[in-house]
């Protein structure tokens, strides 16, 4: 695990005191872990729908499908 350092301001602490309170956290090191993880979850590539992904899965397998170009397999999937 890696330790730091970091430095914040006063509203920056209670929001930590805040979330780590709401969540029933040790400290505030978790509570900087749940927001990472949150963060990552909401905004660093999220994963594909479940739909999504069944979806593509249909279309890949359907041979007869062939698409001159992207706008064309996006207009499938979408009408789907």
Not at 19 to 43: P, T
Not at 52 to 73: A, C, M
């Amino acid at each position: 695990m890696v330790q730091a350092v970091i430095n914040i301001n006063e509203n920056e602490d209670r929001v930590l005191n805040i979330i780590k309170g709401k969540f029933g956290l040790k400290n505030k090191s978790e509570a900087v872990n749940l927001v990472i993880e949150k963060y990552e979850e909401e905004f660093l590539e999220p994963e594909l729908k479940p739909e999504y992904v069944e979806k593509l899965k249909r279309i890949e397998k359907e041979e007869s499908n062939k698409f001159k170009d992207i706008k064309e397999l996006r207009r499938i999937i979408e009408e789907e």
